[in-house]
């Protein structure tokens, strides 16, 4: 588990975390939109939040595996949001999916002192947890740009 070093939440927002993600994570509120839920799902790894990660994954992809190696030494260092809102300009074709959306973002890390960054398209879905229940966003799966495979 790593702390940022800059004030303001990990997820780069400037805000303080409890204006913030912190919210989402305690499960006092639910993230609005899929961005939202991406920072706080950032801000979890940041804070080695295993049970956020869990629950914020939508059970048709979520590993059974722990998600967080608790004896690797990983130091976040920021998050970037290439666009959502560019990926939705590219589907302009399309009608668009109020209960799908997608995420491109950069997040930055240390491992044993090497720098290296992960480049993610996330896709996103908002349905209730539990039938009749309130939706809410889930993280679904990703894929990588740079290397063109999921």
Same mark, same amino acid.
């Given at each position: @588990? #790593?702390?940022?070093?800059?004030?303001?939440?990990?997820?780069?927002?400037? $805000?303080?975390?409890?204006?913030?993600?912190?919210?989402? *994570?305690?499960?006092?509120?639910?993230?609005? /939109?899929?961005?939202?839920? @991406?920072? #706080?799902?950032?801000?979890?790894?940041?804070?080695?939040?295993?049970?956020? $990660?869990?629950?914020?994954?939508?059970?048709?992809?979520?590993?059974?595996?722990?998600?967080?190696?608790?004896?690797?030494? *990983?130091?976040?260092?920021?998050?970037? *949001?290439?666009?959502?809102? &560019?990926?939705?300009?590219?589907?302009?074709?399309?009608?668009? !999916?109020?209960? !799908?959306?997608?995420?491109? =973002?950069?997040?930055? =890390?240390?491992?044993?002192?090497?720098? !290296? &960054?992960?480049?993610? *398209? #996330?896709? =996103?879905? &908002?349905?209730?947890?539990?039938?009749?229940?309130?939706?809410?966003?889930?993280?679904?799966?990703? #894929?990588?740009?740079?290397?063109? /495979?999921?």
């Amino acid at each position: @588990m #790593s702390t940022p070093s800059k004030p303001g939440c990990p997820c780069g927002s400037n $805000l303080p975390i409890l204006r913030c993600c912190g919210p989402y *994570i305690a499960g006092a509120e639910l993230p609005p /939109t899929a961005e939202a839920l @991406m920072r #706080s799902r950032y801000t979890a790894y940041v804070m080695g939040d295993e049970a956020y $990660l869990r629950a914020t994954w939508h059970p048709s992809t979520r590993p059974e595996e722990p998600i967080i190696d608790k004896n690797e030494k *990983i130091q976040w260092l920021g998050l970037e *949001i290439k666009s959502a809102l &560019r990926l939705r300009q590219r589907k302009a074709d399309l009608p668009e !999916q109020i209960d !799908q959306d997608t995420v491109e =973002f950069v997040a930055r =890390f240390r491992v044993q002192g090497r720098g !290296q &960054r992960l480049h993610e *398209i #996330s896709n =996103f879905v &908002r349905e209730p947890e539990t039938p009749g229940g309130v939706p809410r966003w889930f993280y679904v799966d990703g #894929s990588f740009p740079e290397q063109g /495979t999921k």
